[in-house]
Structure formats: structure tokens, C-alpha cells
């Protein structure tokens, strides 16, 4: 069964193509993405209206590539599934609005998904899926969570951030280093050539004694610290870069551990942008083969967002049965909706 998936929740129109009819997990056809952030960048952020705007440009012109990639044509597709939250309500709205209206012209049903639910199943697009039941640490631009997963809809929140998010950590630090947007990339690539230990940044929480995040802090040390240095700044900004990213990587390898050793679950999937961190991605694997836990990612490409999660969240929900698609075209979007709000199949 052809599902194509539509992803247009921020800055990203991302279209996919997987195939859900063969046995074992869902395979990807074809994935096309038209990223806004150079769009983006003059505001030093993301313009929600501009963003709506880029998205109508864009979503057409990327499925008749994907189905072009794929070897298949509209008729072809039985399932269109979109994203229907959280995110901006402009840029939801495209791509529902797009879903319902080829879904309706094919005469096929449609499906809205989750956003943070295509980050948390992505690592089953890549060549070593997980199985359920596994600790999920989802770090995005907007999220920072640890959730307990036991199936496709079955999520519980163990712990979260109570201010920033790890991605806005990133971006912000490095925004205020003069790194550009989204900072993240930029200041782990900058970081490599620093010393971590050059300053002694803050670790939030770290011994909170539960699994919340706070990241605003860490922001806020790091504002004080760029302006202490002053002229200085410049020759050391990669010692603050590497400081920054030990800071932010030791808080989210501790509280995956405790989530872990919590819940007695031998088994961690990464996902969301700040998934492609390679520091994290080190430490998690180190820390995680010494405890006899397997740690799962998406593919590189596939940490941020894109149209193949949308798409292939949509396949397992349907295969476990969680959610049926409706050919009810009256869409709606929801900019605010927590991922445990999801049900398992009954
Ligand atoms: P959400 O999914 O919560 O709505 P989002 O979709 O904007 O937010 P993603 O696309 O999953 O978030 O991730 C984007 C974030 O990932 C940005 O904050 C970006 O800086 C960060 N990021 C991407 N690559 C890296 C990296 N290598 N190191 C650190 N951060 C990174
Ligand atoms: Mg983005
Ligand atoms: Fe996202």
C-alpha cells in the first residue's frame, strides 16, 4: 500500500513516498524536501507567514518529484497522510489543506499524524529499526522530552523541559555567538576545534533527581560569559562553542541514562534534529554499550524535519491499527498537542 506522507508543521515542505504492503517494516520510495531556512535567515528566524507562503510553492512541485523518484504515478497513491500538529497554524494548514484536497480528487482517504511521532518512529526508515518497547529521547527545535514508548500511539511522558528546548539551546547560543540560523550545525562544527573545558557553563537540573530539562540558563551563562569576553570573543569562540555543546550533550546523556536505569528498558532511540549531534551521538554509544543498551537513530538526513516520517508514522499506525484513515475532508490542524495524548490500539 502506496502512503504518501506531506510535512509542512515549520520551515521545512518535506513529501514522501513509502510503501507499507510488503512484510516487515515500511519501505521508503522517495523523499523530496525544500528546506526555508536561507528564507529564513534575514529575520534571524522563522517568519510564520512567510513560512505558509513558501509551503504553497512548494508542496506540488516536490510530490511530482517523489512520485517521479518512486516510478509512480498520482492514481497510484491510496493513502495521503499530512501533518496535523504541533506547529504553526499557517504552515499546518497548506499542508492539510493540500492533503484533503488531492486525497478527495483521487478519491482516496487521508490521515493526519502527529509531527513529534514521525520523529519518534524516523529511526524505523533507517537499516537497524528498533523494537518497542524502548526509551525515546526526543530532542527537536521545539521539544525536549524522554518518553517511555510501548507501541505505535502508546506514549509516556517521563520528562521534560520546563523552559527551552535543546535545539533552541543550540540556535540560540549560537545566534548569540554570531553563528547565523539555525546555530545548531554551525556551532557543533565550530566546537570541534575548541577546548570543552575552556569554561565551566551550568548543567541545569542535572541532579533534579527526575528527568525535566531547563536549558535557559545555560543560555543565559553563556550571554554573560560572550560579554565578559568582549573583544575577546572572537579567539575564543570555539572554546565557548565546545563548552556549550558539553554542557547541553552531558545533560541529555544523564537523564537518558536515569530514564533508562528507570524504567529498566535496554533499548534508546534518538530522534529530532539535535539526534544529528555527533558529540551526543558518541556519548550516548559509549555509555549505552557499557550498560548493555541498544541506541537507535535516524539517518543523518533524517533527524530534521521531513515528509518520509510523516509518511511512515502514518503506514504504522495504520498496520497496528491505532487509526483508521477517514475520507472526512474537513480537516482540521492542531498547533498545540501533546504527543501522550495519542492512543494506543484498543
Ligand atoms: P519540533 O520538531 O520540536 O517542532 P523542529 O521541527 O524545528 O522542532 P527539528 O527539525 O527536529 O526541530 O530540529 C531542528 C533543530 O535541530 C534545530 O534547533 C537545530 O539547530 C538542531 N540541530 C540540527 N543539527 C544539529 C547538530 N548537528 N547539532 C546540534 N543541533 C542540531
Ligand atoms: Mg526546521
Ligand atoms: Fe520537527
Not at 222 to 243: I, N
Request: negative net charge; proline residues 6%.
Amino acid at each position: 500500500m502506496l502512503v504518501l506522507g506531506i510535512e509542512s508543521s515549520c520551515d521545512e515542505t518535506g513529501v514522501a513516498l513509502v510503501d507499507a504492503g510488503g512484510p516487515g517494516v515500511p519501505k521508503l520510495l522517495g523523499h523530496a524536501l525544500h528546506s526555508q531556512v536561507r528564507m529564513h535567515e534575514a529575520y534571524g528566524g522563522v517568519v510564520p507567514e512567510l513560512a505558509s507562503r513558501d509551503h504553497i510553492r512548494r508542496v506540488l512541485p516536490l510530490t511530482h518529484e517523489v512520485l517521479r523518484q518512486a516510478g509512480r504515478s498520482l492514481p497510484e497513491i491510496e493513502t495521503v497522510a499530512y501533518t496535523r500538529g504541533p506547529g504553526l497554524a499557517g504552515a499546518l494548514l497548506v499542508g492539510a489543506g493540500v492533503a484533503c484536497a488531492l486525497g478527495a480528487s483521487l478519491g482516496k482517504p487521508v490521515l493526519g499524524v502527529h509531527h513529534l511521532e514521525g520523529h519518534l518512529l524516523s529511526p524505523f526508515l533507517g537499516a537497524d529499526p528498533p523494537q518497542f518497547p524502548f526509551v525515546a529521547l526526543l530532542v527537536s527545535g521545539g521539544h525536549t522530552q524522554l518518553m517511555r514508548v510501548e507501541g505505535v500511539g502508546d506514549y509516556e511522558l517521563l520528562g521534560e523541559t520546563i523552559d527551552d528546548a535543546a535545539g533552541e539551546a543550540f540556535d540560540k547560543s549560537a545566534k548569540l555567538m554570531g553563528l547565523g540560523y539555525p546555530g545548531g550545525p554551525a556551532l557543533s562544527k565550530l566546537a570541534q576545534q575548541g577546548d570543552a573545558k575552556a569554561f565551566a557553563l551550568p548543567r541545569p537540573l542535572l541532579h533534579s533527581g527526575d528527568l525535566d530539562f531547563s536549558f535557559a540558563g545555560l543560555k543565559t551563562a553563556v550571554l554573560t560569559q560572550a560579554r565578559k569576553l568582549g573583544d575577546q570573543l572572537e579567539p575564543r569562540k570555539a572554546d565557548l562553542a565546545a563548552s556549550t555543546e558539553a554542557a547541553i550533550v552531558e545533560v541529555l546523556l544523564k537523564k537518558s541514562l536515569a530514564a533508562l536505569k528507570q524504567t529498566g528498558l535496554k533499548r534508546l532511540v534518538v530522534a529530532g534534529g539535535v539526534g544529528a549531534n555527533q558529540l551526543l551521538r558518541e556519548q550516548l554509544n559509549a555509555a549505552c554499550a557499557k550498560r548493555g543498551v541498544r541506541v537507535h537513530y535516524p539517518e543523518l538526513d533524517l533527524c530534521t524535519d521531513n515528509g518520509a516520517m510523516i509518511a511512515m508514522a502514518a503506514a504504522m499506525r495504520l498496520a497496528a491499527g491505532v487509526q483508521e484513515a477517514n475520507r472526512d475532508y474537513a480537516f482540521d490542524v492542531k498547533p498545540r498537542w501533546p504527543l501522550d495524548e495519542l492512543s494506543a490500539a484498543p
